[in-house]
């Protein structure tokens, strides 16, 4: 049995819409300010540190100075706070406030912070390789038999 072609479309429309919410979620939590490519790799340097040991493909450098964050690198780096948070950790990161290249430099020595501690760094280990396994039990529904005359019924 084949899904529609309607249906199809319909549901990639809700997943396009879905993602393009999510972006431009990532995009107004975006820092804003004046920010230099060298300081944007010295954070890179600190984000990829940790990216490997979750499971992580490392994120590219910076070639040119920024105004705005891109929505990729705000999503890796509310993805570190969350697993910190879930580890325990104290350590908050605000992106609301940083708008500089010290802002910059001051949100590294968090994730520094956060890449050197023993409880965040057994929590992704933990957590490595986990995924959510759902086991599928076939169910059989037995049908009572009818008799001919049910049968019969039925088709009248």
């Known amino acids: 049995m084949s899904i529609p072609q309607e249906l199809m479309a319909e549901a990639e429309a809700v997943g396009a819409d879905s993602e393009l919410l999510m972006t431009d979620a990532l995009q107004e939590a975006a820092p804003q300010g004046s ?82 501690d023993e409880a965040f760094l057994e929590f992704i280990a933990g957590n490595q390789g986990e995924e959510e396994v759902v086991v599928e039990e076939d169910v059989v529904v037995e049908e009572p038999v009818a008799e001919d005359e049910e049968l019969f019924l039925e088709r009248m």
């Open 35 to 116: 920010f230099s490519a060298d300081a944007l790799n010295r954070l890179v340097n600190e984000v990829n540190k940790i990216l490997p040991k979750m499971g992580m493909e490392l994120y590219p450098t910076f070639a040119a100075d920024l105004t705005v964050f891109p929505a990729e690198f705000v999503d890796v780096i509310m993805g570190i706070n969350e697993a910190a948070a879930a580890a325990g950790l104290d350590m908050a990161i605000d992106l609301s406030v940083v708008e500089s290249d010290r802002d910059l430099a001051m949100l590294a020595a968090t994730i520094s912070e956060i890449a050197a």
